[in-house]
């Protein structure tokens, strides 16, 4: 069977560039089926989900979007009818990829769309904005992007074999199979480098138990790609060792991860156990990135790349808050662990970020803020990457789980 692949486009300005793209695709045996996202015709071609039926997806009137002539509105709604197109497409089965390619616009549209889609179904956008950066248009999402190296604005020597190229690829996705493996419970866990010890000894210890563990980096988009998955109902439970991106969040650091941080697993009654780890730190980049007025205050080079910044006792008092806040909302069970002796490898003892009066402002917001008739509190009196911290947690998730399991 031919595999059918959406290619979503603005084809009042690129039909050349769809037509060209449709017919590489069926090159390479596959179907394309065209969604017209566009506003102000298709160029000639005929797609198979027409603008008019986009825009109603979306509850407008194309004809409401010509005559406002607001490109912004027009993109936004476009987008948002592409993502209800799309998600039902696929759902039924009438597509099994997605191929898209353009500017900012086109891309802006597409990256919407596709981010409607699941996990692990095949997403490619050929796009002029692919070489910088990319992270409001994946999302949390396994969106693939392609630099176009020239704008799409015509078939020419460079730009032929790269339409050629992304056609090829979405097809070698569609009809690509994914391996068979073991459906054991599916866990998600959150790490930094300075947790990784701990969280490398509790997925062991998971997987001893017949667990398979996802590992999410605390990077702001492992900590929303997390929450996207417990979202879209792929894991039974969390580990979040690691909650670092609370600390971007509320100083401006470079990885605070998106606003349904720690609330979701809360939100759908999923079992979670957290801790604290890394909330001694706020992120940035090369030294020379840091902003001016943190210029006075402890910096540590983890690698050229990245410099981090001590958390101070205020900010420490204010995370715990927030933490709290957000446990506290929680439906389904939640336990706290605290590591009396070090959040993180930096703030043991004689390591450059130890601060006990920090660490002490952090723990006494918690004991403070903390419902203790919603939330299991457990301090205990080790470093963070301690294998009986992390052995724990660790058993305290799995009795969790088994006690939630249908």
């Given amino acids: 069977m031919s595999p059918p692949i959406a290619l979503l486009g603005t084809l009042d300005t690129k039909s050349a560039e769809y037509r060209?793209?449709?017919?590489?695709?069926?090159?390479?045996?596959?179907?394309?089926?065209?969604?017209?996202?566009?506003?102000?015709?298709?160029?000639?071609?005929?797609?198979?989900?027409?603008?008019?039926?986009?825009?109603?997806?979306?509850g407008a009137s194309l004809a409401d979007l010509r005559a406002a002539e607001d490109r912004g509105a027009a993109v936004a709604t476009m987008a948002d009818g592409a993502a209800a197109v799309l998600s039902r497409m696929a759902r039924e089965g009438r597509v099994t990829a997605a191929l898209a390619m353009g500017g900012s616009?086109?891309?802006s549209i597409a990256a919407h769309a596709m981010q409607s889609l699941p996990v692990g179904f095949p997403k490619l956008i050929l796009s002029t904005v692919a070489s910088g950066d990319t992270r409001p248009y994946v999302g949390a999402r396994d969106i693939a992007m392609m630099h176009s190296v020239v704008d799409i604005a015509g078939i020419n020597r460079?730009?032929?074999?790269?339409?050629?190229?992304?056609?090829?690829?979405?097809?070698?996705?569609?009809?690509?199979h994914a391996p068979e493996l073991a459906t054991h419970p599916l866990l998600g866990a959150t790490m930094f480098g300075v947790t990784t010890r701990s969280v490398d000894a509790a997925r062991q210890r998971l997987e001893a138990a017949d667990y398979e563990v996802l590992v999410f980096h605390a990077t702001g988009t492992g900590g929303d790609s997390m929450e996207a998955l417990l979202s879209d109902g792929f894991l039974s439970g969390v580990l979040d060792v690691t909650t670092t991106e609370l600390a971007d969040e509320l100083v401006g650091g470079v990885m605070a991860a998106g606003p349904q941080r720690l609330r979701t697993a809360g939100r759908l009654g999923i079992p979670q156990v957290v801790s604290v780890g890394a909330l001694d730190m706020v992120n940035f980049g090369a030294a020379d990135t840091v902003p001016a007025q943190f210029a006075d205050r402890l910096l540590y080079r983890?690698?050229?790349?990245?410099?981090?910044?001590?958390?101070t006792p205020e900010e420490c008092a204010e995370l715990g808050r927030r933490l709290a806040e957000r446990l506290n909302a929680a439906t389904g069970p939640t336990a706290l662990y605290l590591?009396?002796?070090g959040v993180s490898a930096l703030s043991v003892a004689d390591a450059p970020f130890h601060d006990p009066a920090a660490d002490a402002a952090l723990f006494a917001a918690l004991r403070r803020d903390i419902d203790a008739d919603r939330v299991e509190l457990v301090a205990i009196d080790t470093d963070i990457n301690d294998p009986d911290f992390a052995a724990a947690m660790t058993d305290r998730l799995i009795a969790l789980t088994r006690e939630t399991a249908p």
Avoid: K
């Fill in 20 to 58: 060209f793209l449709s017919g590489q695709i069926r090159a390479a045996g596959c179907t394309p089926v065209l969604v017209d996202t566009g506003v102000f015709g298709s160029g000639g071609l005929t797609p198979d989900v027409t603008a008019e039926e986009v825009a109603q997806a979306a």
């Fill in 105 to 107: 616009g086109g891309t």
């Fill in 158 to 176: 460079v730009s032929a074999p790269i339409l050629a190229n992304a056609a090829a690829a979405v097809a070698g996705m569609a009809r690509a």
């Fill in 302 to 311: 983890h690698n050229p790349n990245v410099t981090l910044m001590r958390t």
């Fill in 339 to 341: 590591p009396l002796r």
